[in-house]
């Protein structure tokens, strides 16, 4: 069965300390992956997504297909980066299917 | 520009009664979804529109689901005898394109309370 893992339901660090949200999946085939940010009341949007290779807020994603893993990374976390972070892979024979993990919120204090 | 919208913000309604949410996507959006967000969990998928066809129906949970785009634009959601279980956020998002480069935006949700 198709199944996405975010096994961490909160992660408190310090501001200018590493974190590292952790995502794992379990698919058939190479799903792409993406993550989506829900910050305070706000709507849900993208961050960023593999295919892109891209760095946005200073976030990066690594995936490893041997661990099947897409582990979401920031060097230097900011206050601003508090909110609540979806793994979320889609399945590339059904595009547009986006499946989110459970979600990891994110508490970056001062 | 305006982005995806959502109407009610809020519902409350009681066991067995019937509803409706709507949703206005991004003009000139052709694709459209709708999720599912219980409470403390992530959107779950429950149908996606392409123009005005239901391409993939496949997460609506039971028959009492059922959702219309009948001119492409607007899509309404509508469940009847609502149950208790049926309380969640549900979500609209829109996007322009299909496949790895898609972005979906999402709007607001609707607050659905059964009591």
């Known amino acids: 069965a198709q199944r996405v893992t975010q096994p961490e339901k909160l992660l408190s660090v310090f501001k200018g300390a590493p974190v590292e949200l952790k995502c794992n999946y379990s698919?058939?085939?190479?799903?792409?992956l993406f993550w989506y940010v829900q910050y305070s009341r706000q709507r849900l949007q993208l961050l960023l997504r593999h295919i892109s290779r891209e760095s946005i807020k200073g976030f990066t994603a690594d995936l490893n297909k041997g661990e099947t893993s897409f582990h979401l990374k920031k060097p230097f976390a900011q206050e601003e980066d508090s909110a609540m972070y979806y793994c979320a892979p889609l399945p590339t024979d059904s595009w547009g299917k986006l499946q989110f993990g459970a979600g990891t919120q994110v508490v970056v204090t001062p | 520009g305006a982005g995806v919208s959502q109407t009610p913000s809020n519902k409350v309604t009681e066991k067995g009664k019937y509803v409706e949410l709507r949703c206005d996507p991004i003009s000139g959006h052709t694709a459209l979804y709708w999720y599912r967000q219980s409470l403390g969990q992530g959107p779950e998928f429950l149908i996606y529109f392409q123009g005005t066809g239901a391409a993939d129906d496949s997460g609506l949970p039971n028959d009492r689901f059922f959702a219309v785009r009948p001119e492409g634009s607007v899509s309404t959601l509508k469940i009847q005898r609502t149950e208790r279980g049926d309380s969640a956020v549900y979500l609209c998002?829109?996007?322009?394109?299909?496949?790895?480069?898609?972005?979906?935006?999402f709007g607001p949700g609707t607050r659905l309370l059964v009591l």
């Open positions: 698919y058939s085939g190479s799903p792409e």
């Open positions: 998002a829109s996007s322009s394109q299909r496949g790895p480069q898609e972005t979906q935006y």
